[in-house]
């Protein structure tokens, strides 16, 4: 029986480009196997996904060498529309990609290419609806009126209608609230599904992969194998290669002689003695280094939040904000915590109460609206000054890339981008960061979290919007909870995140460091 | 009544008046028409009224030229006088507000179509019924999405403009800010599109290929009953306005 995908010495090249992006690379997926593929962001890894049907270089721009085979047949034997009724895409950006008017035609859209007997397709939408948790009176609801996360979903109930054997699947919960992404974990890397993942937290699916791959920075694979073989022993190398790992292995590279290795950090901790250096190592791995709160910089007042064409999400919300804290804002999808951040930042009046206190910048979700010149270099020198550019540049991984147009960049060399432009000039007293660490590689958001500490003690007030709620931890002094249109909860960082009934109700999990929050606990 | 109203007939019927609108030269016709169909909006489609006298605008704008040189100097343009002759006007007003009524009327009529029809359950009325090519249709709904979605783009962009220029965000966007804006949402909406193309081909879409339909709404007994009334009140409005003479 053929493999469900086989690359063989494929590498892939951008017009224009001096050097392949990806490859030479050769590897397999077999039927009914998960396969995560890890690396660097400019790695390659969309590209590989892309290719695996013949969209590049059939409708992206591009030159491949080497071969495809999907189901044993060249990729090149059909067009890539011709290969929907066997691999599934789910892309980065499902916002952008949805193509019905209502979350009904979208699920349908696949079935009706496939040209399913027109009776069977309602019954085939709601099914697929259902096993992705959508309500059955999301059928009629416009995309347009949908939040991001949500049309994640959406584009999940349309993958699983589509009912192709292969996922491709890129970043599928990137921009998903925790609960909702293990929905979506659960769907995709089903126990029998054939899937080609690409996640930069292998942590939270890791459970759900047989076969880890892993791309260097060269776009060349440097390991391959069981995700417990891979990580673990091969921990340095990927480390080094910028790919985040879990928790618990990071902990046990950090410090070898307090943790044994194990992916899952409950394993790690169990029958670790308490000990005060010990204890004291590992609060200072997971939680920031605190900074004197200093002056209220900003400050909501009974404000009422709402975007600028819609109507109030926020009711009377005081909230405020110190020199020198970071603040992190966490809630289900759609809970409006982007509109209370261009409240708090002063870019969105609030349409009742008060907002006091200096302008503030806000890291937007998409990067992309951040960029206004001509090559990454530009944009650098034009928002710092010429004489530090370059260190900057280099801090953020992006020197390669400084001459390169900021929309031909990958996603989290946008991301850096954007954060760069943002977080390195120091001219805002308060900077808010809409889901940062959307698209970044491990050493881009340990980049992106030292950068957060400095600013809070050189005195910024910094809040986070995230669904990441271990790089909350890793950076936040304190936390408020967005929920059904209101704070539901306003205090310390990681008692939000040991208090499990509280995150459950807002759509959220405990995050990967919840057990050594306990064993702090007890500890102490 | 109007939003069960399947909008095939129903674009029928509204092509139908706006048609006889441009070809009847009568002052009370055009006003006959524009009254009726504000008060579709306003009793249907319960539009309020502040919303439709904003409607009215730019349609108000477009004619207004012929309305201030009718009424206010007494006088008529050439233009009017040449569409008053060649259209058999009659002398029961002056050209310059029968043209400006008639501009009303037309888009009080476009707007009760507008604002009664669901747009997607149009487009898929196109494709299933008058076998409009799929690719098309699915770009219309694309470019459907694309009008909110380009809106909250472009204040995102104004929003970080603003940012990086240590400016306020102004409530409206200033001429230079629209010009400095243009192209990055020009850019914008080239990506979005290139995107929506890509996850079309992905998913299977082939201009072409065979493709089945979810179903739609049929044309029922009730939308061929509406579509004859509305007609025959048209038919009816015409003899009138026949009888009445030149």
Same mark, same amino acid.
């Not at chain 1, 049907?53 to 529309?81: F, K, N, S, W, Y």
């Not at chain 2, 012929?66 to 006007?89: I, K, P």
């Given at each position: ?339 209370? $951040?261009?409240?708090? *930042?002063?870019?969105?009046?609030? =349409? !009742?109460?008060? #907002?006091? +206190?200096?302008?503030? &910048? /806000? ?79 491990? $050493?881009?958001?340990? *980049?992106?979290?030292?950068?957060? =500490? !400095?600013?809070? #003690?050189? +005195?910024?007030?910094? &809040? /986070? ?60 | ?246």
């Amino acid at each position: 029986m053929p493999d469900a995908l086989a690359y063989e010495r494929v590498a892939l090249r951008y017009p224009g480009a001096a050097s392949d992006a990806v490859g030479p690379v050769s590897f397999c997926v077999r039927r009914g196997e998960r396969v995560l593929l890890l690396g660097p962001s400019g790695a390659g890894k969309s590209s590989l996904l892309h290719a695996a049907t013949g969209l590049l270089p059939e409708a992206i721009d591009g030159i491949r060498r080497g071969e495809i085979r999907v189901e044993g047949q060249p990729a090149d034997a059909r067009r890539p529309a011709g290969w929907a009724d066997t691999c599934g895409y789910l892309f980065q950006d499902a916002a952008q990609t949805l193509a019905g008017f209502t979350v009904r035609d979208e699920v349908a859209f696949a079935l009706e290419n496939r040209a399913v007997e027109a009776v069977d397709i309602p019954g085939l939408v709601a099914r697929a609806m259902a096993r992705a948790g959508l309500p059955t009176d999301w059928a009629g609801r416009r995309i347009s009126n949908l939040s991001g996360g949500e049309r994640q979903l959406v584009a999940l109930a349309a993958l699983l209608a589509q009912d192709a054997a292969i996922t491709l699947a890129d970043e599928p919960a990137a921009s998903l609230a925790p609960q909702a992404a293990r929905r979506m974990t659960e769907l995709v890397l089903a126990r029998g599904r054939t899937a080609l993942v690409v996640e930069h937290k292998p942590g939270p699916i890791l459970d759900r992969i047989d076969r880890c791959l892993a791309l260097g920075r060269d776009g060349r694979i440097i390991a391959e194998g069981p995700p417990s073989e891979v990580l673990v022993a091969q921990g340095p190398a990927l480390a080094d290669n910028g790919i985040a790992l879990p928790l618990g292995i990071r902990l046990h590279l950090a410090m070898p002689e307090i943790l044994a290795p194990a992916a899952d950090l409950t394993d790690s901790l169990r029958g670790l003695a308490p000990g005060r250096r010990r204890t004291e190592a590992l609060r200072a791995a997971v939680l920031p280094d605190p900074v004197p709160p200093g002056e209220t910089l900003v400050t909501l007042r009974n404000a009422d939040c709402a975007p600028a064409f819609g109507p109030v999400v926020l009711r009377d919300i005081t909230l405020s904000l110190r020199a020198g804290e970071v603040l992190a804002i966490l809630g289900p999808n759609g809970a409006g915590k982007s509109t209370l $951040a261009a409240c708090l *930042a002063g870019l969105l009046p609030p =349409r !009742a109460g008060q #907002r006091t +206190g200096p302008p503030g &910048a /806000v890291a937007f979700q998409n990067p992309e609206a951040h960029f206004s010149r001509e090559s990454v270099a530009a944009e650098i020198t034009a928002a710092t000054d010429s004489a530090t550019a370059s260190d900057i540049l280099a801090r953020w991984g992006l020197t390669l890339v400084a001459g390169q147009h900021p929309f031909t960049l990958s996603q989290g060399q946008k991301r850096r981008l954007a954060l760069a432009l943002l977080t390195e000039t120091g001219r805002w007293p308060v900077l808010i960061l809409d889901e940062p660490t959307g698209g970044l590689d491990g $050493a881009g958001e340990a *980049a992106l979290g030292r950068r957060i =500490r !400095a600013l809070a #003690r050189g +005195g910024h007030g910094v &809040a /986070v919007i995230t669904h990441d709620l271990d790089f909350a931890l890793s950076v936040a002094d304190r936390a408020v909870l967005v929920a059904q249109g209101a704070l539901r909860f306003d205090g310390a960082c990681p008692a939000l995140l040991r208090d499990e009934a509280r995150l459950a109700q807002a759509g959220l999990l405990p995050p990967e460091a919840a057990p050594l929050l306990g064993w702090l606990e007890t500890a102490c | 009544m109007l939003n069960g109203f399947h909008p095939l007939p129903k674009l029928a019927l509204c092509l139908a008046w706006i048609v006889a609108s441009l070809l009847v030269f009568r002052l009370s016709f055009q006003i006959a028409l524009f009254v009726a169909a504000s008060v579709l909006l306003l009793v249907d489609a319960r539009i309020p009224p502040r919303r439709l006298l904003a409607l009215m605008v730019p349609f108000a704008l477009f004619g207004f030229g012929f309305f201030t040189t009718s009424v206010l100097f007494r006088a008529d343009t050439g233009f009017a006088f040449q569409m008053a002759r060649e259209q058999g006007g009659a002398p029961d007003a002056a050209p310059g507000l029968v043209l400006f009524f008639r501009v009303l009327a037309c888009g009080m009529v476009s707007a009760v179509f507008a604002a009664t029809t669901d747009p997607g359950q149009f487009v898929r009325a196109l494709m299933f019924h008058l076998r409009l090519p799929a690719p098309m249709g699915f770009a219309l709904l694309q470019a459907m999405h694309m009008v909110p979605d380009l809106r909250a783009e472009m204040l995102q962009l104004r929003m970080a403009r603003a940012i990086r220029l240590g400016r306020p965000l102004r409530r409206i966007a200033s001429p230079a800010e629209i010009g400095a804006l243009a192209i990055p949402a020009l850019a914008y909406a080239i990506r979005r599109a290139t995107r929506a193309a890509l996850s079309f081909e992905a998913r299977g879409m082939q201009p072409g290929a065979t493709r089945t339909h979810l179903p739609q709404p049929p044309i029922t007994g009730r939308d061929w009953t509406l579509l004859a009334l509305g007609l025959g009140l048209l038919v009816a409005a015409l003899s009138a306005v026949g009888a009445a003479g030149p």
